[in-house]
């Protein structure tokens, strides 16, 4: 059973960081493009970042730009997207997603395995 399990978040003060994961059970996440989008109470989803299936191609949000960074560790079958200076609109329900396609993108749509999400709060 192919399967995604994000971990990583939690609660944290402006300003503050988190690290989250991505793990893949069930398939090799070698053969996959992965994204990370998040989703706000009352808001549609929207694509954070992503990075190809090689790696060597990442692409950001403008939103996130500058404070976040995805990575992926092939050998371990996860990828992490550090985030640092966390403001209160970074709030939302974290996910993952895998695509078969080489390159990335940021469209929902593109993505066809889905991890359940990790909360992340941004608060003082």
């Known amino acids: 059973q192919l399967q995604l399990v994000e971990s990583g978040g939690g609660l944290v003060q402006p300003g503050g960081s988190l690290r989250l994961s991505c793990a893949a059970s069930?398939?090799?996440?070698?053969?996959?493009?992965i994204g990370w989008f998040r989703q706000a109470p009352g808001k549609e989803r929207e694509g954070v970042s992503c990075?190809?299936?090689?790696?060597?191609?990442?692409v950001y949000a403008d939103s996130v730009k500058g404070r976040f960074s995805i990575s992926r560790d092939n050998a371990k079958n996860t990828v992490y997207l550090q985030m640092n200076s966390l403001q209160p609109e970074d709030t939302a329900v974290y996910y993952c997603?895998?695509?078969?396609?080489?390159?990335?993108?940021?469209?929902?749509?593109?993505?066809?395995?889905w991890g359940q999400g990790t909360q992340v709060t941004v608060s003082s």
């Open positions: 997603a895998a695509d078969r396609a080489y390159d990335c993108s940021l469209y929902v749509r593109r993505y066809d395995y």
């Open positions: 069930g398939f090799t996440l070698d053969y996959y493009a």
């Open positions: 990075i190809s299936r090689g790696g060597g191609s990442t």
